[in-house]
Every structure is written in structure tokens, then in C-alpha cells.
């Protein structure tokens, strides 16, 4: 896979209390302190919560998956991701259910599905800066099956540098908040396919990749990932597993 770090500048507007606050966010009042000055206002935070993930096999039982931090909203494209980036489903075929209420998934599995409790239960909280947090081991994740990545993807300069522009104009909650990431995908000439934010890098990614699994638009051919923040392994990890051929950072 190939990665390219790219630094662009990102602003983003304060809340004006103009309305109910977004998804994925909620007011807070804030003190804005300048010189002798202090101003108090109402301001629009990005939410933080955790999401409880139950395993449920037929005529074997439940088991905790874990919980796993992030900004509420496509709580359903998150949960496929993870699942799939955790080699636990290979399609949306191997979920027979999935039932959210508030904080808590649980997920119907099929028999067909990879759920090991050895491998993919966790034994700590998925926090929103570490997709792989409480893993005894990653020594499973290094030889998941990749699908082969295509050869045929060119994109010049330019593609990139709109790109970014584009990605940053549809950050909504980031405009609002300035405290998510998002993750997006494009075609090779630089249009924008589909875009998710969360407080996590990871989640974000889970959540765009979540969204091609529901829609069986796997294997990822012909088109680049794009991350607001570092290539960290997870989402490296993440992006080769759903085809990405290249991943700018």
C-alpha cells in the first residue's frame, strides 16, 4: 500500500448556539480568557462515548467483545467495520443481526462467521486514539488475508491537494467542533465518495469501511483513502484489508 503524509491547515468556527447541536457533539459552556479579558460563551464539543459490542452465536452463547470510545452516529457502519477489521466477518452475510440500543450492539452472528474469544475478545477499552488497545496479541492481525491491491491507480498533485480541500469542507463536525477526525474516500479524479468523522482516527476509518461492507462494494478497487491525522498502524491495517491501494495521511 502505498502512504503519502501530507500537512494542511484545518480551521474551524466556534458554536453559536444557533440551533440543536449536531451529532456527535453537544454544548458546553466555555470562559475564552484574553490578556485581563475573560469571555463566557456557549461553545460545541465532540462527544466521546463508549459503545458496549456483545457477540451472540447460535446454540453457543454471548460473549463482551469489548467496548470501544467514539462520537455516537453510524453506530451501525462502525460496528460492521470493527468486525471486519477485527477478521471476526468476512461480508455482511456473516451477521445475521445487529441489534443498538443506546450504547450497547448486539451483534447475531452466523456460523460461518471467524469469532475466536481468544483472538478478538478485549481485555481493556478500545480508546479513541488506539484501534488495537487491549489485544493480547497482533500476531493474528499480521496474517489476515488482504485483498490484492490494484496497480492502476495514478494520482497527480493537484488531485491531492483538492482532495484535502474537499475533505476539509465536508468536515461538518470538525467545523463545529474542532475535536474529530474524519476519513474519506475518493475516486482517482479526486471526487469525493463517501466521508465519516469521529473523536477516533480508527472509528472514523471503521466507519467508511463499515459502510462499503452493508453495501457489498468489496473489494475496494480503483480508489484512495484519505486520513485527518497520522498513518498510525491500525489505520494502515485497516486501509490494506479493505483494498485501499493508497492511503494519504
Do not use: W
Request: aromatic share 6%.
Amino acid at each position: 500500500i502505498s502512504t503519502i503524509a501530507v500537512h494542511c491547515h484545518r480551521a474551524y468556527q466556534p458554536c453559536t448556539m444557533s440551533g440543536l447541536p449536531m451529532e456527535g457533539s453537544e454544548h458546553r459552556d466555555c470562559a475564552k480568557i484574553s490578556g485581563f479579558e475573560t469571555i463566557r460563551r456557549p461553545d460545541s464539543v465532540t462527544v466521546e462515548k463508549g459503545l458496549e459490542i456483545s457477540i451472540s452465536i447460535p446454540e453457543t452463547g454471548d460473549y463482551p467483545l469489548g467496548i470501544t470510545m467514539r462520537s455516537p452516529g453510524n453506530d451501525i457502519e462502525l460496528v460492521h467495520g470493527f468486525l471486519y477489521s477485527e477478521g471476526v466477518i468476512s461480508s455482511k452475510d456473516d451477521v445475521i443481526d445487529l441489534l443498538i440500543d443506546g450504547d450497547l450492539a448486539v451483534v447475531h452472528l452466523a456460523e460461518t462467521s471467524s469469532f475466536n474469544t481468544d483472538f478478538h475478545s478485549r481485555r481493556t477499552t478500545v480508546n479513541s486514539s488506539c484501534g488495537i488497545c487491549g489485544r493480547s496479541t497482533i500476531d493474528d492481525m499480521l496474517h489476515m488475508h488482504t485483498p490484492p491491491l490494484s496497480e492502476n491507480v495514478n494520482i497527480d498533485l493537484e488531485i491531492i491537494s483538492k482532495s484535502l480541500e474537499l475533505m476539509s469542507s465536508q468536515q461538518v463536525l470538525f467545523s463545529s467542533t474542532g475535536g474529530s477526525h474524519a476519513c474519506a474516500s475518493f475516486s482517482s479524479t479526486g471526487e469525493l465518495i463517501k466521508i465519516f468523522e469521529d473523536v477516533g482516527r480508527h472509528n472514523a476509518m471503521d466507519k467508511l469501511v463499515g459502510s462499503y461492507l452493508i453495501e457489498g462494494g468489496f473489494p475496494i478497487c480503483d480508489e484512495f483513502v484519505i486520513v485527518s491525522g497520522r498513518a498510525s498502524f491500525e489505520l494502515v491495517h485497516k486501509a490494506l484489508l479493505a483494498g485501499f491501494p493508497i492511503m494519504i495521511a
